[in-house]
């Protein structure tokens, strides 16, 4: 029972996201392919990484990262920042117009959420958030990301 209804409320989430993206394509100047949004919505999660580093997360080469890189770049969702320790390394940063994309997704959890805290009781969403936390922290390390640098 668990497993069907996390993977239907996956499932909406990730249909709510796609629709809001297609709705919002045309009127977008130089919208994202499909997978120039995954990247940038992996640099923003992995916050502020190295070209290697993004490479190294997603398994693909440096010189096929740089290329992705530097699409989002030219479209003006990604910068490239220079390291305040190391002047010879740059670090990725998703930009303002990146946010105003991601926020396409955003908005949808923030709606769902505020459904949860007006139909669930106080202890209902603590729980509910003990889960999430330990999910987050100690469920999936697979996926490690989102430590500031």
Avoid: W
């Avoid at 909406?12 to 994202?32: C, D, G, H, W």
């Avoid at 923003?44 to 992705?68: D, K, Q």
């Avoid at 923030?110 to 139909?119: F, G, I, N």
């Amino acid at each position: 029972m668990i497993e069907e209804s996390f993977s239907e409320v996956y499932k909406k989430f990730k249909i709510r996201y796609y629709q809001n993206v297609f709705a919002q394509a045309p009127n977008r100047e130089l919208s994202l392919t499909t997978i120039e949004a995954f990247c940038a919505e992996i640099i923003g999660a992995l916050n502020n990484p190295t070209i290697n580093e993004f490479a190294s997360f997603i398994n693909i080469s440096s010189p096929n990262a740089t290329y992705r890189v530097n699409s989002l770049i030219q479209k003006g969702y990604v910068e490239k920042v220079q390291s305040e320790t190391d002047k010879r390394e740059y670090h990725l940063r998703v930009t303002d117009k990146y946010y105003k994309y991601y926020n396409i997704s955003q908005a949808y959890v923030d709606t769902v959420l505020k459904r949860v805290k007006e139909r669930c009781s106080r202890e209902d969403i603590d729980a509910f958030d003990r889960v999430l936390t330990i999910m987050k922290d100690e469920l999936m390390p697979e996926v490690g990301f989102g430590q500031t640098k």
